[in-house]
């Protein structure tokens, strides 16, 4: 089982950046993806980002074009840079792994998640 501890998350204005870090550590029993998710008040969990073992990525709308997700397998670090956030952006954001090594989007997909960080966007 991996164990995940997020960090990087606070307060900025709209037009902003942050840059979230998941950290990963235990025994993997193989290769896994890994995705980043976020919960806002009074909604669902939902997808932001996923990353493949060996890289590959998918983003969703919101995302698109404003946000990267990266890893490091070396370091066992996932990273989200998140650009020109808006407020509709606030959210408590999860880092998450998959059993499988694909990308994947439906949190079902996932067994290990994190804590969770709160990010917080100010117009």
């Known amino acids: 089982q991996v164990q995940l501890v997020e960090s990087g998350g606070g307060l900025v204005q709209a037009g902003g950046s942050l840059r979230l870090s998941c950290a990963a550590s235990g025994r993997a029993s193989s290769p896994y993806g890994m995705g980043w998710f976020r919960q806002a008040p009074g909604k669902e969990r939902e997808s932001v980002a996923a990353?493949?073992?060996?890289?590959?990525?998918y983003y969703t709308e919101s995302a698109k074009g404003r946000f990267t997700i990266s890893r490091d397998n070396a370091k066992n670090m996932m990273y989200l840079t998140m650009n020109n956030l808006k407020p509709e952006d606030t959210a408590v954001y999860y880092c998450?792994?998959?059993?499988?090594?694909?990308?994947?989007?439906?949190?079902?997909?996932?067994?290990?998640w994190g804590q969770g960080t709160q990010v917080t966007v100010s117009s």
């Open positions: 998450a792994a998959a059993q499988g090594s694909g990308a994947y989007t439906r949190p079902t997909a996932f067994t290990s």
């Open positions: 990353i493949s073992w060996l890289g590959g990525t």
